[in-house]
Nanobody
């Protein structure tokens, strides 16, 4: 059974940094594309960043490009999101998701059909 568990959220001031982690168990982590999503109060969930199973392709939302970096450590079955220059508008519940099928590319549409964690809260104050 696939389990996805996020961690690393917290409260920071604008301009600060956080590192989110996502541990996946119950599957061959290295074979699956992974992604980060977020949902702010009153807003729809949106894709933040995703990475292909080969690590060759990464995609970022325009709102975070240049500030956030996605990476994965296949030996640790862990996905990361390094968030720098945080803004109040980055405040949201951040979710990690694993693609449902293996060997997929970096695609928010595909990854969101897969397995999700419970989320970790990020709050950025001005």
């Amino acid at each position: 059974q696939v389990q996805v568990v996020e961690s690393g959220g917290g409260s920071v001031q604008a301009g600060g940094s956080l590192r989110l982690s996502c541990k996946v168990s119950g599957s061959a982590f290295e074979n699956y594309a992974m992604g980060w999503f977020r949902q702010a109060p009153g807003k729809e969930r949106e894709g933040v960043s995703c990475i292909s199973w080969t690590e060759k392709t990464t995609i970022y939302s325009p709102s975070v490009k240049g500030r956030f970096t996605i990476s994965r450590d296949n030996a640790q079955n862990t996905l990361y999101l390094d968030m720098n220059s945080l803004k109040p508008e980055d405040t949201a519940l951040y979710y990690c998701a694993r693609d449902r099928t293996p060997y997929g590319g970096a695609s928010f549409e595909n990854i969101k059909q897969g397995y999700w964690g419970q989320g970790t809260q990020v709050t950025v104050s001005s």
